[in-house]
Structure formats: C-alpha cells, structure tokens
C-alpha cells in the first residue's frame, strides 16, 4: 500500500512564499511520477505541476514562473515552492503519485490528503 502526507500549507499575505512539502511511503516504485494538484472552493481540482523520477518537469503555464517543483528520490518525497502568492493561489494543495505496477503493467494513482494554502490581499 502506498501513502502520501503532504505538510507545509499555511495562510500568508500575498506576496509571500510557501514550500509544500509530500511524502511517499509504501511499495514506491523506481518509476513513477510526483505531482501537485489544487482545489479551490466551488472549483474543479486542477493541476499545477509534475515531476518524474528522472528529474523531468511540467507546469501549467500560468504558475511555471512563480512555482518550482523538486524532489529527493532517497527520501521520496516532493517539494512545491510557490513564490508570489496571490489570493487566486488560495486552494487545498493535492499530492499526487503515478506508481508503475509491474505485476500488472499499469500506473497507480495516489492521493494524499491535501493542505490548506491561503494567501490573503
């Protein structure tokens, strides 16, 4: 079984900065892909950023300037450093791992159980 916690959402004042942090537990497999998801209230979840365990990134392109994901495969945990806050940023931040099932070929999807970033004008 795998499991994602995900820590390090807060309220900040726009402008300001947070470093979400998610870690993976379980049968992590070499292959996969970390991402972050977010869900504002009355919206859908939509996705903010991915990154493989080769180092390969993507973003949406309306955060990519003002967010950075990064993560330590020894520790198998991902990293989401949001810069530039805004109150539009104001979301529950989702952990998200593609893990490669080798007996039956496929990719898992797991989910953490989300943060609370507020950002406040």
């Known amino acids: 079984q795998v499991q994602l916690v995900e820590s390090g959402g807060d309220l900040v004042q726009s402008g300001g900065s947070l470093r979400l942090s998610c870690v993976a537990s379980?049968?992590?497999?070499?292959?996969?892909?970390m991402g972050w998801y977010r869900q504002a209230p009355g919206e859908q979840r939509e996705f903010v950023a991915y990154?493989?365990?080769?180092?390969?990134?993507n973003y949406v392109d309306s955060m990519k300037d003002r967010f950075t994901i990064s993560r330590d495969n020894a520790k198998n945990t991902v990293y989401l450093q949001m810069n530039s806050l805004e109150p539009e940023d104001t979301a529950i931040y989702y952990c998200?791992?593609?893990?490669?099932?080798?007996?039956?070929?496929?990719?898992?999807?797991?989910w953490g159980q989300g943060t609370q970033v507020t950002v406040s004008s």
């Open positions: 379980g049968s992590i497999s070499s292959s996969n892909t």
């Open positions: 990154i493989t365990n080769g180092g390969v990134t």
């Open positions: 998200n791992l593609a893990n490669w099932d080798s007996r039956n070929q496929v990719y898992v999807t797991y």
